[in-house]
């Protein structure tokens, strides 16, 4: 059974930084290619960036680069998003995701709140 479980979230103040966390379990992690995605209220799912099964990153986000990174450790079954110089428009629940025989799979999502 594939699950993924996000953790990391929280409030912030703007300028500061989290540190996404995604921990797969029931498949083999360093097999598939996994991605971050953003939800504001109310609007779809956006995606944040993207990193192939070997590590290298495939997809920022325009607003995101250079603020944001993505990595990953299959030792640990973990995929990390780093961000960096919150902005107030980064918050959102940021969910992450792996695509594996044709179905999507996601997590429960982490919200991050960028406020003074």
């Known amino acids: 059974q594939v699950q993924l479980v996000e953790s990391g979230g929280g409030l912030v103040q703007p300028g500061g930084s989290l540190v996404l966390s995604c921990v797969a379990s029931g498949f083999t992690f360093n097999q598939y290619a996994m991605a971050w995605y953003l939800q504001h209220p109310g609007k779809e799912r956006e995606v944040v960036a993207t990193?192939?099964?070997?590590?290298?990153?495939?997809y920022f986000k325009d607003s995101v680069k250079g603020r944001f990174t993505i990595s990953r450790d299959s030792a640990k079954n973990t995929g990390y998003l780093r961000m960096n110089s919150l902005k107030p428009e980064d918050t959102a629940v940021y969910y992450c995701m792996t695509h594996k025989d044709g179905s999507d799979y996601w997590g429960q999502g982490t919200q991050v709140t960028v406020s003074s």
């Open positions: 990193i192939d099964l070997r590590g290298r990153v495939t």
